[in-house]
């Protein structure tokens, strides 16, 4: 019943279980590429004023995280643009 209001009311069933192996994963990823959390926030930081250049984006809910597939690490983001720069042009 409990799981029916929250699905009803727009709010996910709570599974500790499953937030705690995401959690690991996360953690155990970070370590494989050996970037600390002030690395990875410098490099976000850094991205994100590069992608500022050329498009407005909304830093409130940018995302950034390591994610692990085929045997590899990939960095996955989500930058949501809310609009176009404009931009001289060069001669």
């Given amino acids: 019943m409990k799981n029916l209001v929250a699905k009803l009311l727009g709010r996910p069933a ?4 499953e937030e ?10 970070h370590d494989q590429v ?6 990875m926030e410098a490099m976000k930081a850094e991205i994100m004023e590069v992608i500022a250049r050329y498009v407005q984006i909304d830093p409130i ?6 994610e692990r597939a085929d045997g590899q690490v ?4 989500t930058v949501p643009v809310t609009r176009v720069v404009e931009r001289p042009a060069t001669a």
């Fill in 14 to 17: 709570a599974n500790s279980r």
């Fill in 20 to 29: 705690a192996k995401k959690r690991l994963k996360v953690l155990l990823i």
């Fill in 34 to 39: 050996d970037l600390t959390p002030a690395q």
């Fill in 61 to 66: 809910n940018t995302e950034f995280r390591l």
């Fill in 74 to 77: 990939a960095l996955v983001s």
